[in-house]
């Protein structure tokens, strides 16, 4: 299906689901953007989804958001349960505007749900000659050290900054050994996961991507992981005044309330201590790209490059809708 | 040796060896502090290799350190490669000074060295009621992901807030699979060291020790900390107009001139958007402690449980001093 197609198709859905005409744009943009840079588990696959919780009123079609000023630098949103895309859009452009005006920009959100991609927000500060740092939770999928229990999201930590070129530099890495987006994909057409990247609800280990998603997800580097993965329940739970500890609901199995996700968007101007910023990251860049390289390896590239790649390319394409999301898109539109 | 009689002495050194009073003082207290908590390769047995800088001037034993605010929230500062406890500790002071005065604080710090252990500067916020993240970089032990050769340090990330109790939640942890200490051991003793921690020269994974030191070591999960490295290096090295992308001498081998290190402290109140912080992360903590564990583990600990728990027994007791570090003290005595 053409990009342009699928994207009033999409608008159409999320504005019959009871969404403004502009927070309909932004959600259906934010998804085709997953489609396009082929992070699948947070495209179209999870369309059904996000109306079925508006049809619950457990994402606020009409939310009222409130934004306040805490200093020039800093602010605080009550999304008041907003569909993710909506509060994060708001989110990151506060950010954006409070690091322009006072060089630094801190921004919680309260009251929201799932946003899609991280690096998605990220991208937008960079555009804007910004460093940005942005953490949210997620349901349980990965336990805590020691833990037999899952109860962190996969909690993703992401870093954006301009790089002098148009490509962004832009980590947005859970600390999950894989998506938990890639699993419920692979649920979904049958396909099996990776070996040692989840346990079932035994214990055991797993490539069965069904049996996985009722056990347990294993964290990057064990304690290492498991500790990154608190902070970032503290900074976009704690933090924030959204829900933690394990208490944001999947939004794919719970409907009995809203997710009340918090997020943290973090920005700051680039030259706030070298000028020539631009240049610095150039030469960075350019010096590790000149090392040797492992077998195999082409190019040496650094985070969000691939993105870049795929975006740039699937731009070019149709995107691809699988039987089983056109069977989801007959449904809602009807 | 006694707590207080190593301190006497240390600071005797370092005042023989240049530095002011109060330098040496804060350098002291800096080694004593890895001693008591256990972190024994930031302590004593980095003694001789400090002297030894100063001594050739490559570290500054009478640095002209300049702050410069670049408004209430932001500083840079000049270390003027002061040893780098005096410039750390300089940095978290003002951090704090800014986070105290408009809620958040961002402090680079360029022309520094090595520091020893950030959690020891993210304590001092974290007492002060404040969340810190703190970035550093250090000399080449990791190879980028795809790369044959090491640039990055073993660029900790750090992560602190306070806990409602008297024992700090701190994550202090380096993106690298092992120490280059451990392996240095196992070479030694011909001993062999774990399967995927480290590459021959040739690219190939190995478990001898030898092959690994003239080969790599790897980043902890792959492409995703080889990425977050990479973070810490844009974010002390690049932003700061410290060195970077493998520029930071080390301190131990190459005495041709100052390392340079760049560093970065970002500090912010913990009631900025609920009022109850304290009551809200005891609650946290609290739910995942009483997580079902896993088999033989006692208790789930938080980062910074464990350290402190050191901190507490050790400080009882005389600090061990090995019989080549009291080689080393008679000598820088002399």
Chains 1, 2 share one sequence.
């Not at 504005?15 to 934010?30: C, E, Q």
């Not at 970032?232 to 500890?245: E, F, K, P």
């Amino acid at each position: 299906m053409k990009v342009k197609k699928l994207k009033i198709l999409l608008k159409k859905i999320f504005k019959k689901y009871g969404l403004k005409d502009n927070h309909a744009t932004i959600s259906s943009n934010a998804l085709i953007n997953a489609e396009l840079v082929g992070a699948y588990g947070h495209g179209i696959s999870r369309l059904k989804m996000y109306c079925d919780r508006l049809s619950k009123k457990v994402i606020n079609p009409e939310p009222k958001i409130k934004i306040k000023k805490i200093s020039n630098s800093i602010s605080y949103i009550d999304a008041n349960n907003s569909i993710g895309f909506v509060s994060a859009d708001i989110g990151i452009k506060t950010a954006i505007k409070n690091a322009k005006k006072t060089g630094i920009g801190l921004v919680a959100i309260k009251n929201s749900g799932h946003y899609g991609l991280s690096g998605y927000y990220a991208e937008q500060a960079v555009k804007k000659n910004l460093v940005v740092m942005i953490y949210t939770n997620a349901p349980p999928a990965v336990a805590p050290h020691g833990a037999l229990k899952s109860l962190f999201g996969t909690n993703p930590i992401c870093f954006g900054t301009p790089t002098g070129s148009k490509i962004p530099f832009i980590l947005d890495t859970s600390i999950s050994l894989i998506n938990r987006g890639k699993i419920r994909v692979a649920a979904r057409y049958n396909k099996k996961i990776p070996k040692g990247v989840a346990l079932d609800k035994f214990g055991n280990p797993t490539t069965n991507a069904k049996k996985a998603l009722k056990g347990v997800q294993l964290p990057i580097a064990g304690y290492r992981g498991s500790g990154l993965a608190w902070m970032v329940d503290i900074l976009s739970g704690v933090l924030t005044g959204g829900n933690h500890a394990g208490k944001v609901k999947d939004p794919f199995e719970d409907f009995t309330g809203p997710q009340n996700i918090g997020h943290l968007f973090f920005t700051f101007k680039t030259n706030l201590f070298q000028k020539n910023y631009n240049q610095r990251i150039k030469e960075n860049i350019r010096t590790i790209k000149k090392l040797p390289k492992s077998k195999g390896v082409k190019e040496i590239l650094y985070p969000g490059q691939n993105k870049f790649k795929r975006f740039k390319e699937n731009s070019k394409k149709e995107i691809k809708v699988p039987k089983i999301i056109k069977k989801d898109l007959k449904l809602l539109l009807k």
